[in-house]
């Protein structure tokens, strides 16, 4: 991407984000991602923001990280930490530091303010910052964490690269992410009807072109990451999106959308796009591990 597009790009994510956490927040709480779902039983009522924790813990287990007290994490970077809902949630679940970076302005003032809430100040700490240029010197970090926030990012490799330098030897990566699907070994690009929902769909939530799993893969594999590991959580995601539908449609949620402003009534528009992107197993909600060599 040009840099004057790049720039346009992040303007516009902080903008977007600025005006649309408040509704969020009081909609759903402080985890701004996707809920984690058993397959085929249907959400008990309320069990949106349990399944938004399942999904922190089920990455952790996925990833394989530990809380034993000696292998734990000490050092967490939350990148894309929205109002820092994951980053509270590490830093208590295991004594960790944790850094928090967001291109948004208000979600990095109330994020700190929530950490001031529940007197976490001196674990975690937030600022406003480009996950494509972090203020971290290299190898600090024995956690990476990266929750729905890849979407965003224009130079996949570079995001991924950032990451890695910024990720101490032997520490764990993990990025949560939305993926287009992979291309069939026929396939040199997605079908014109295929980019025209992702089209749509990054107009409204200020997204870059969409990559693949295996792209994902193979730009860990060529920065030597190691032990690089997949898997798509698609199914267990599709109760999501249309409980943030119908949150939307209640008297609370409508009033909220109408005092926000258009870039937030503009996303509300575009989430059955999100549905239909799933149920055409066009968009595939993929955890990616890995670990970066001692
Ligand atoms: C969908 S929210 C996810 C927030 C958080 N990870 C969570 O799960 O609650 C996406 C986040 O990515 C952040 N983001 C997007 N592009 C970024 C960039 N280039 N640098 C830093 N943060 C970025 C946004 O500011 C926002 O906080």
Known sequence: MEPAGADRLKDGIAGFYDESSGVWENLWGDHM?????????????????????RMVEESLRFAGVSAD????PKRIVDVGCGIGGSSRYLAK????QVNGITLSPVQ?????????????????SFQVADALDQPFPDGQFDLVWSMESGEHMPGKEKFVSELARVAAPGSTIIIVTWCHRDLLP??????????NLLNKICDAYYLPNWCSAADYVHIASSLMLQDIRTADWSENVAPFWPAVIRSALTLRGFTSLLRSGWKTI??????????????KGLIKFVILTCRKPE
């Not at 990095?108 to 975690?124: P, T």
Request: net charge neutral; proline share 7%.
């Open 266 to 279: 503009r996303g509300a528009f575009a989430m059955p796009l999100m549905i239909q992107g799933y149920n």
């Open 93 to 96: 679940k295991y004594g960790a």
């Open 33 to 53: 991602h996707h809920g984690f779902y058993e397959v085929g039983s249907p959400p008990s009522v309320g069990g949106h923001r349990d399944a938004q924790i």
């Open 69 to 72: 007290p000696l292998k734990k």
């Open 186 to 195: 026929s396939e040199k690009e997605l079908k014109p009807n295929e980019i």
């Open 108 to 124: 990095a003032k109330r994020a700190q303010e929530l950490a001031e809430a529940e007197q976490l100040s001196d674990l975690v």
